[in-house]
């Protein structure tokens, strides 16, 4: 009985806990991976062409993708935005002698940790920003060592 | 303000003397009491009294450092945090640091940790590091401080009136996490040094010894893609099988969730810092910045109850929640 009580206690704790929550973070759902998923409804329809082509074309080809790109907003080709826990683009491809920026975003402090410690950015607290300079071919894995789920690749070529 | 909790009469007359029969968390820390070989928290409101043998409080994710929504100031709301220990009439033996005392594990924000903890009128402190505590320089500071009397990388235990306090230490050396799930995953992780030293440590103790562990990162999987969970804990659990009570107190995901599973009973604490999403609620981890300044203390923790009796299988809603 006590257990059942306290059972109740504990959800509505937590419950408070999520309600709180809701208010606080309206935005976007709990992560869909970003990049081209967000093109679903608003599909054209194929109209003029060939009946016999359309389903082939349906879904993918989509000519506009209207503002589809909310993702961060990364000035310059080689720049990576540490945002909401994610290194976005996660890959990105570069030829040798490139610089590459890493620019925290995040109310939290990250790390870029390449795995075999070619580099190592130290604390990068928000609007930090890390550069290295990739000046041989290869692929660089790379992680937050504060949040080591979070990872990311350059492709040097 | 006040919806204290009445859980301390429940630690009369307990038969099952090796379980943790109830807990109440009360805002900026807990207090645990031991009574006549059963653990007892209690509420740490002001005034608030206790029967039992000795207490001890767990403080964490103090955060000293941090200066963003929703606190600007977490430095006072871990001075809160003290004061209210201070409070309390029947003065706890030591208070445990369950980790994340700093920020960005820089020398002036240990400083001023140190500087709050030096008014609390219990002077023993025990810590464990959290990742924040490490990640800079892998624990070199840390060690430096709080290296004292410790093992290994700063793991210890110690003795106090009959039960055994075991401070594991799951942040170092993180790897990069490669999927989802257990293996390779982000988690924390203890590392086979630690793993072997917690063997020996408990192999000559009785079995009806109480143990409390105490580690930053939870020692049981609540959400895995946020990296909420240790990668070995379940082989530092096996060597803690045998014993009647188990308690386990963990920090980092600042909000209260917990877990019993046979003998072991999970827990973990809120932040004196800020809060964090419940799992999978957010895209990301991290605080919880719209939290109104009215609001903020309540969400640090005050005064959330309840209890835990051994004969009910699983006393919480944790991973289910993802």
Redesign the interface.
């Known amino acids: 009985m006590?257990?059942h009580?306290?059972?109740k206690?504990?959800?509505v704790?937590?419950m408070s806990?999520?309600t709180?929550?809701?208010?606080?973070?309206g935005?976007?759902?709990?992560?869909s991976s970003g990049s081209s998923e967000a093109q679903s409804d608003t599909a054209p329809n194929g109209s003029a062409n060939s009946n016999a082509d359309m389903s082939k074309m349906d879904m993918r080809a989509k000519p506009s993708p209207g503002a589809a790109k909310e993702m961060p907003t990364s000035s310059s080709p080689n720049e990576i935005v540490v945002e909401?826990?994610?290194f976005q683009p996660g890959t990105i491809t570069v030829k040798a002698g490139t610089t590459v920026t890493w620019v925290n975003h995040?109310?939290?402090?990250h790390?870029v940790n390449e795995?075999n410690k070619t580099f190592k950015s130290?604390?990068l607290?928000?609007d930090a920003k890390f550069s290295y300079k990739f000046t041989s071919p290869g692929d660089y894995?790379?992680?937050c060592?504060?949040?080591?789920?979070?990872?990311g690749q350059v492709i040097v070529k | 303000m006040s919806d204290e909790v009445k859980n301390e009469q429940?630690s009369n007359g307990i038969e099952r003397r090796s379980f943790l029969k109830c807990m109440a968390w009360a805002g900026t820390g807990l207090v645990w009491v031991m009574n006549a070989g059963v653990l007892t928290s209690c509420s740490l409101l002001p005034g608030a009294k206790r029967k039992g043998v000795f207490s001890f409080v767990q403080i964490s994710d103090s955060h000293i450092g941090f200066n963003?929504?929703p606190n600007q100031d977490v430095t006072k709301t871990f001075q809160e945090a003290v004061n209210r220990i201070n409070a309390l009439e029947d003065q706890p033996a030591f208070l445990i640091h369950t980790g994340d005392i700093t920020?960005?594990s820089t020398p002036d924000q240990f400083d001023t940790a140190t500087q709050v903890l030096k008014s609390a009128k219990a002077s023993q402190v025990y810590y464990v590091p959290g990742?924040?505590d490490v990640?800079?320089d892998d624990g070199k500071i840390y060690l430096e401080r709080y290296g004292k009397g410790t093992q290994g990388q700063g793991w210890q235990s110690f003795d106090y009136q009959g039960v055994h306090f075991i401070g594991l230490i799951n942040v170092l050396n993180?790897?990069?996490?490669?999927g989802t799930g257990l293996g390779g995953?982000?988690?924390g992780q203890l590392g086979s040094d630690q793993l072997q030293w917690l063997e020996k440590d408990v192999k000559g103790l009785s079995s009806s010894t109480p143990i409390v562990v105490y580690a930053h990162i939870p020692l049981w999987t609540i959400y895995p893609?946020?990296?909420w969970g240790t990668e070995d804990s379940a082989q530092a659990l096996s060597y803690l099988k045998r014993f009647g009570s188990i308690t386990v107190l963990n920090g980092h995901i600042h909000?209260?969730l917990?877990k019993v599973e046979g003998n072991v009973t999970f827990h973990t604490a809120r932040s004196t810092a800020f809060?964090q999403?419940?799992p999978?609620?957010?895209?990301?981890?991290?605080?919880?910045?719209?939290?109104p300044a009215d609001?903020l203390r309540s969400?640090l923790g005050l005064r959330?109850?309840?209890?835990?009796?051994n004969?009910?299988p699983l006393?919480?809603?944790d991973s289910a929640l993802g």
Request: hydrophobic share 35%; with cysteine.
């Open positions: 006590i257990s009580l306290n059972r206690l504990l959800l704790s937590l806990v999520l709180l929550f809701l208010g606080a973070c935005q976007s759902g709990p992560d909401n826990f994610s995040d109310d939290e402090p790390t795995n130290g604390t607290d928000t894995s790379y992680f060592s504060l949040h080591p789920r979070m990872t | 429940e963003k929504e920020q960005l990742e924040h990640f800079s993180l790897k990069q996490g490669t995953s982000g988690f893609e946020w990296g909000q209260i917990q809060p999403p419940a999978g609620t957010a895209p990301a981890p991290g605080p919880m910045k719209d939290v609001k969400v959330e109850v309840t209890y835990v009796s004969d009910s006393a919480i809603v």
